[in-house]
């Protein structure tokens, strides 16, 4: 049987990313349209919460420097990309140049941005903010929706980019 390592006051943030990074994700792009631009960031830590009320919810770190401006926009818009994505992924978390360069996007009149081609959209409002270590959860409530399930998601695991496999 596999021993467990012990987690302790030593455990370095690359054994636990490495092993957190087993668990397959999909792919956020959480963006807005602020005063200077468009802003956002790739999230794959969205994930459903509750259906009544209809709220979601993702871990932002702490030292994030693209939260605190979207924390501000009245909407938020979320999309979920879909496997045509790869390069928007990496782009959405780039600390440098501009994230949307080359992104085809539409923007709603509250100011949420989409990523055309997504598998799905959620327009949201942040309901809540819990401070968990080094990330705050932020609890989303969910305002509208839409849903492309025929659109196949990009998948997130072993820090890579995947496409889903179907029997098909
Ligand atoms: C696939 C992927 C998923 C990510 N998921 C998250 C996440 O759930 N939470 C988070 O805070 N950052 C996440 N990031 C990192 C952010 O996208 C971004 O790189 C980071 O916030 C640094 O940029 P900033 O200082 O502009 O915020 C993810 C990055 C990638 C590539």
Redesign the pocket.
Known sequence: MTVLEAVGSSTDATTLRRTFACFP?G?AAVSARLDGGPVG??????TSVSLSPPLAS????R?????PMLRGAPRLGVSVLSDVHDLA??Q????TGNRFAGLRTTTTTSGALYLEGATALFECVIHDEIAAGD?DIVVLQILALAARPSTRPLI?HG?R?HQLATNQ
């Open positions: 994700t792919v960031m790739a999230i794959s830590s969205f993702i871990c932002v770190a030292d994030s420097t693209t939260w992924g990496r959405l978390a780039a600390r990330h997130f820090s980019f």
